[in-house]
Structures are given as C-alpha cells and as structure tokens.
C-alpha cells in the first residue's frame, strides 16, 4: 500500500488557486484538439517523445543543478520513474494515441472518468474519505460533461460504441490519477520540492527515456510509420511542449499541492467543454444552449465538492 502522506485536513479553494487549476484544461482541450489534427503528420507516441524533448531542452537553462550527480534526485530514482512513467511517458502517449482510433466524443466520454479515479485511489490507497459533497460533486460535473458530448440530445450518446482507442484513454485517466495523487505527496528533497523547474526536470529526465522507449517500440512494431516535417508540425511540438506541458504541469502541480487531487481532478471535466468552445472559435460554430447548461453543471460540481462542511 502506497504511503498516506500528510494533508491539509480541509483544503479551501481560493480564487488563485482556481485560476492555477482552470489552466491546464484550458491548455489540454487544445492539446486535444491538436492532437487530432496533426495525426496525420507524425505517430502519436513519437509526438509525446518530440513535446517532452523541446519542454526538457527550454527547461534545462534554468533546471540543470538537479541533473549534478551531487543533486538530492538520485538517490529519489524510484519515485521520479514512477512519477514519469505515469505523467510524461503513458498518459500523453495514450492520449495521443487513442485520437488515433477513436472519436474525440468517445475520448471525452472516457476522460470525464478523471474525478471519480481520483476519488477510488485516494479512498483505497491514500486513506482519504469520500464525502457525501465530493460523490455529489462527482454527479454534477460528469452530468455536464455528458451534456458537453451529447450536445443536449441523449440520443446521441446512446448512439456511441467503445473502440479500442477507448481503452487507451481509460489507461490514460488512471495514470493521469495515480500521478496526480503521486504529485500531492509531500516528500521530495525541499530544494527540488520548492523549486518547480527542478521538479519537473527531476521527472522529464526519466520520462524521456520511458517515451524514447515507447517511440523505438512504435517505429519497430508500426505498419510504415512516417513524418511530415514543416511548419505545422513544428508549430504543434512548440505548442504542445509550452502549454500542455510545461505550463500546465507547473499550474496543475500548485494547484494539487494546495487544495488536494480530490477537489482538483473536477477541474479536469472541464476540458471537454473548453474544446467546445475552441471548436465554436475555430470553425465559426454558434454558441449552443448546452454549452451554457454544461458550465453550469460542472462549475456547480466544483462548488460543491469544494465547500467545507
């Protein structure tokens, strides 16, 4: 059993850490939409390899002391592998690669899941209780999600069948969880705990050589695997590797550390609708009443679990 580490007894939500926590879903719904349309461009394992590689090269002027045999990281190797082979070398990889074989709906469908891992792993592995609040939290957001999916018709989602690209972001979601909870527990070295390019570049070191892995794996065992280089690759790597990663891990990681995964994976749910309102953007499509009907159920899901007794 993992260790239950040490936790605020009842995190609050602030409007600061809402702002750190509403970023990454905002970051990830175009890393979401990206990655479907440049999976005609480059395999989706190799993409994951290219976005850490460019976020390892930008960090690494500022994160290269943790990377000195003298730096506290060594001798935490088995944490950090874990914590990359989860967050940097499975969860995108599988994201990335589910858009391959599924349809976005079923990709958002499955991903909603995120609260609800978050809940199972903290009450299983992390002795966390479950209130009556967060379950009904749980309800709310996924409501709205569905309704994001369904756009308002429930017929539509009665109409969706599971591929396997579904079982690839279902994988996604609990190695997304497990990190996040992995993420929350206090007992890093405080020089690399306290300093956020450290951090990341404690878990990016590893989890390049997980993706390198996984890329020598994809080009081995895929059917003529290709890539198109141009600017509209390069343009997605920098995307990718800016936004989703860097900037979303940093805001993701503060925004776990203060209020908890239990409260923070809500937030996830609103990467669906935030694709929604990309798409309404870059395609010229109308603002819907769902959409408003959605936002309301899952910022409602947020209110919820979060309020203190």
Not at 20 to 29: F, I, Q
Not at 36 to 47: C, R
Not at 70 to 97: E, I, K
Not at 197 to 213: D, E, K, N
Request: hydrophobic share 50%; charged share 10%; glycine share 8%.
């Amino acid at each position: 059993m993992l260790e239950n580490p040490p936790s605020p007894s009842k995190p609050s939500l602030d409007l600061a850490t809402a702002g750190l926590l509403l970023l990454p879903p905002l970051l990830w719904a175009g890393n979401s939409v990206l990655g479907a349309v440049v999976a005609d461009l480059v395999p989706p394992i190799t993409l994951n390899f290219f976005r850490w590689l460019l976020a390892f090269a930008l960090l690494l002027p500022w994160s290269y002391p943790v990377l000195k045999p003298s730096s506290p990281m060594w001798a935490h190797w088995r944490r950090y592998g874990l914590m990359s082979l989860l967050g940097v070398g499975c969860y995108n990889s599988f994201q990335y690669l589910a858009l391959h074989t599924s349809t976005p709906i079923n990709v958002t469908l499955v991903g909603a899941s995120v609260p609800v891992f978050m809940l199972v792993l903290g009450a299983l592995f992390y002795k966390q209780s479950v209130s009556a609040r967060q379950v009904l939290g749980a309800v709310l957001s996924i409501a709205g999600v569905l309704c994001v999916l369904g756009r308002g018709d429930w017929n539509t989602l009665q109409k969706v069948q599971l591929v396997i690209g579904d079982v690839y972001i279902l994988i996604a979601v609990l190695c997304w969880a497990w990190y996040s909870w992995l993420v929350a527990q206090p007992v890093d070295p405080p020089e690399i705990r306290g300093n956020w390019t450290y951090f990341l570049t404690a878990q990016m070191v590893f989890g390049l050589l997980w993706s390198g892995a996984f890329t020598a794996a994809e080009w081995q065992l895929s059917d003529n695997p290709h890539i198109d280089w141009g600017w509209p690759l390069a343009a997605s790597v920098l995307y990718v590797a800016l936004g989703p990663a860097l900037l979303a891990y940093r805001s993701w990681g503060l925004g776990i550390q203060r209020v908890g995964p239990n409260i923070a994976g809500f937030f996830a749910n609103l990467t669906p609708l935030f694709a929604a309102l990309i798409s309404t953007v870059t395609l010229g499509d109308s603002p819907q009443g769902f959409h408003a009907v959605a936002f309301v159920l899952i910022v409602g899901g947020i209110w919820v679990s979060s309020r203190k007794p």
